[in-house]
């Protein structure tokens, strides 16, 4: 049993490293920036080949036999140390959005389509790694000041991008695709302004404080999500 437990942690820290190697491929393709290939392919040998070592400690605890293994954490232990490994990846990813691409080309998303759904899908990863980030964490000063920051961060670029779909939209009009992406916007600029205020007045308790407020935010997406079924197909 502790064997397929560590063979499912793996996949779990698999499929993050994959979705985190996706996303970080398209902001490198939005900036035009081409990396050696000898520096891609080493990485992701190396991000492979941690995959099983990262998954063996996060699940088996080596100072206790077989028998006496604890069957009850792996699942919150990973989760931790997941979003621990990818909280500060995710923090340099907005630091380079927001302080050294957008100033030199801060006109591009109110031009190029891609760029908004590049910025979309950053926000929307952005967004699930904090909420997994804090409901993972205990009462601790430094993940939550890791989580403000990510959290304010991400607040920005939101806010960027919904600059950029209403533009486009006082501009070309209403379609039925901005209709859904302003309105995504708008959901998650809500969720994280509400995130961001939970973190900011709930120093004593954090945590539980996030959780809340995540539990009271996600009825916002599902409805919009509801929503865009029922009105897409009208607006076409």
């Known amino acids: 049993m502790k064997s397929l437990?560590?063979?499912?942690?793996?996949?779990?820290h698999l499929g993050a490293f994959m979705a985190f190697a996706g996303l970080t491929a398209g902001i490198f393709a939005v900036l035009d920036v081409t990396l050696p290939e000898a520096l891609i392919l080493s990485s992701i040998a190396w991000g492979i080949g941690a995959v099983p070592i990262v998954a063996l400690a996060s699940a088996y605890?080596?100072?206790?036999?077989?028998?006496?293994?604890?069957?009850?954490q792996g699942l919150a232990k990973t989760l931790r140390l997941l979003t621990r490994l990818l909280t500060p990846l995710a923090l340099l990813v907005l630091a380079i959005y927001l302080f050294g691409y957008i100033p030199m080309h801060f006109g591009g998303a109110f031009e190029e389509r891609e760029l908004r759904m590049v910025y979309n899908a950053t926000i929307v990863a952005m967004l699930l790694c904090g909420a997994a980030s804090g409901r993972a964490e205990?009462?601790?000063?430094?993940?939550r000041y890791a989580m403000l920051a990510l959290t304010?961060?991400?607040?920005?670029?939101?806010?960027?991008?919904?600059?950029?779909?209403?533009?486009?939209t006082l501009e070309l009009g209403l379609t039925p695709n901005r209709h859904a992406v302003l309105g995504w916007n708008v959901v998650t600029?809500?969720?994280?302004?509400?995130?961001?205020?939970?973190?900011?007045?709930?120093?004593?308790d954090w945590v539980n404080?996030?959780?809340?407020?995540?539990?009271?935010?996600?009825?916002?997406?599902?409805e919009?999500?509801?929503?865009?079924?029922?009105?897409?197909?009208i607006l076409e």
Do not use: K
């Open 5 to 12: 437990e560590i063979v499912m942690t793996a996949g779990v």
């Open 61 to 72: 605890q080596p100072d206790r036999l077989p028998t006496l293994q604890d069957w009850d």
């Open 138 to 143: 205990r009462d601790n000063a430094i993940p």
């Open 152 to 168: 304010m961060l991400t607040l920005a670029l939101n806010l960027y991008a919904l600059a950029a779909i209403g533009y486009r």
């Open 189 to 204: 600029l809500l969720m994280l302004a509400g995130i961001c205020h939970a973190l900011w007045t709930g120093r004593d």
């Open 209 to 222: 404080r996030f959780a809340q407020r995540v539990g009271a935010l996600v009825p916002a997406p599902v």
């Open 224 to 233: 919009w999500s509801l929503w865009l079924l029922v009105s897409l197909p």
